[in-house]
Nanobody
């Protein structure tokens, strides 16, 4: 079993900062890409930021220059530093990881999701 556990939810004012963390645990052989998605009320889930296993990151246009994604491979953890937050960043944020499990000849690679963490930015 693989679990992704998120932390760092909160309520901040416009212009404030928050740092989200997501730790993977379980019978993990390797983790490929990791990322953060969000779903705002009444909207579809969207990609916020993603990072490859070697640290290459990409961001949604709406968060470029304000958010920064990073990961600690040894700790199987991905972080999302969110600065200059805006009310439109209010959403439930979900961690995602593409994980390889199993053993030789029986490898399985699939996406796992965290339970979601609420970020609320007041104006």
């Amino acid at each position: 079993q693989v679990q992704l556990v998120e932390s760092g939810e909160g309520l901040v004012q416009r212009g404030g900062s928050l740092r989200l963390s997501c730790a993977a645990s379980g019978s993990i052989f390797s983790i490929n890409g990791m990322g953060w998605y969000r779903r705002a009320p009444g909207k579809e889930r969207e990609l916020v930021a993603a990072v490859t296993s070697v640290g290459t990151a990409n961001y949604a246009d709406s968060v470029k220059g304000r958010f920064s994604i990073s990961r600690d491979n040894a700790k199987k953890t991905v972080f999302l530093q969110m600065n200059s937050l805006k009310p439109e960043d209010t959403a439930v944020y979900y961690c995602n990881a593409n994980v390889q499990t199993g053993s030789t000849g029986r490898w399985i690679r699939r996406d796992y999701w965290g339970q979601g963490t609420q970020v609320t930015v007041s104006s």
